[in-house]
């Protein structure tokens, strides 16, 4: 596997804010430095496959080759079991064009009552975070982490974005709404993605 030597620049192939500071966090401390492809005004490719990761490579892809930089992207959502998987990779796309999510939770919590699911069991989800790293020349390769719990209604807290105030991790009390940053880190399936990106791509004395 292709590695990333300690000090170089990336592209964080996105335009959402709340993952942009997430990865900003997780890479920190192995010594690189991101620049956001808004920041470089790399427009944002429409996301057209149907699977997190055919996504992930789209955006990571698009973002290297516009830019002449490795690019790490991040394609993820909530899958909830109750709704066969959805909202999935359409998750923000729930969120409409004014990206609402009170409006996207909502719209979650409408489908599971029309489906009488109310105890934790019935409304189990998971988030995935599907990180892609793209070279320039078209070399790429694609890490999964997933976290699991169930949702919870009203959503709770205000420190997270997207779905975050409705999910409960399992094992825990506190929303990824009401958690801390580092907590969320510990166990989100960002990191877990992220994790598995440092095991392949950094040397690991960097860290
Ligand atoms: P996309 O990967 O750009 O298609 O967007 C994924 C969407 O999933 C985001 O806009 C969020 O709504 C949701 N999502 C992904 N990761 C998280 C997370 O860590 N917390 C809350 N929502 C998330």
Redo the contacts with the bound molecule.
Sequence with gaps: MRKLEAGTRLVVASH?PGKIREINDLIRPYGMSAVSAGELNISEPE?TETTFAG?ARLKALHSAKASGLPALS?????EVEALGGAPG?Y??RW?GPAKD?NYAMQRVESELQEKFARDPESRRAN?T?TLCLAWPDGEAEVFEGKVFGHLVWPPRGEK?????PMFLADGETLT?GEMEAEAKHAI???ARAFALFVAACLDRSDG
Excluded: T
Excluded at 160 to 164: A, L, P
């Design positions: 959402n996301e996504n991040d394609d993820s959502g909530l990779v998750s923000a969120a999510f988030f975070a997270g974005f997207g779905y975050d990824f989100s399936h960002r």
